[in-house]
């Protein structure tokens, strides 16, 4: 199995991103890819964090939020036609609505826990792989984006987490023995 992972600076621009695409469809690469796994584009992670604590501090984060979005729009109309475009724009859409509304959790709390953060910070991942994956198809590389949380499982140690490597193990090698279409 190849695994290959492209950090924040690789998906931060479209520039970045043609590149993964190249390298992706590559010969050597051929039937070989059944996993990729990318960051936040970059800065998107810091973003949160602070977003996250002018949230607690029951301050207005919404320019930053919207500076979020923005740039997951803009990347998928510089990859995409416009009906890819709206169902991408749809998925990004849904994943910030679930981002706003533990936000808004968290201000409303005035409160800002360990495990809230964790949560916060994992939609950079989330926003950048759904939308990837949508740039990946439209761009002939075979794409459906996964949601890790069901397979990486962690201890209870929210800021420090450690990856329970038995259970992870036997989830991934479960979801790549059934899986029906790899990613590549």
């Known amino acids: 199995m190849l695994v290959l992972k492209f950090g924040g600076s690789s998906v931060g621009s479209p520039g970045g991103i043609e590149k993964i695409i190249d390298i992706l469809n590559e010969k050597e690469h051929s039937g070989k890819i059944p996993?990729?796994?990318?960051s936040a584009f970059s800065g998107v992670t810091d973003?949160?964090?602070?977003m996250a604590h002018i949230a607690s501090r029951g301050e207005n984060y919404s320019e930053r939020l919207s500076s979020i979005i923005k740039r997951h729009k803009d990347c998928a109309s510089h990859f995409l036609n416009a009906n890819d475009k709206k169902n991408a724009v749809k998925a990004v859409e849904t994943c910030i609505g679930e981002l706003s509304q533990i936000?808004?959790?968290?201000?409303l709390l005035g409160e800002l826990s360990s495990r809230s953060l964790d949560l916060v910070m994992s939609f950079g991942e989330r926003l950048s792989a759904s939308l990837l994956a949508f740039i990946f198809s439209a761009k002939g590389v075979?794409?459906?984006?996964?949601?890790?949380?069901?397979?990486?499982?962690?201890?209870?140690?929210y800021n420090r987490a450690e990856v329970l490597k038995k259970e992870t193990e036997e989830n991934i090698r479960a979801f790549f023995k059934g899986a029906k279409m790899p990613c590549r």
């Open 47 to 50: 973003a949160l964090i602070e």
């Open 142 to 157: 075979e794409a459906a984006y996964l949601d890790a949380r069901g397979l990486v499982k962690t201890n209870a140690a």
């Open 35 to 38: 996993a990729v796994i990318v």
């Open 103 to 107: 936000l808004d959790g968290i201000s």
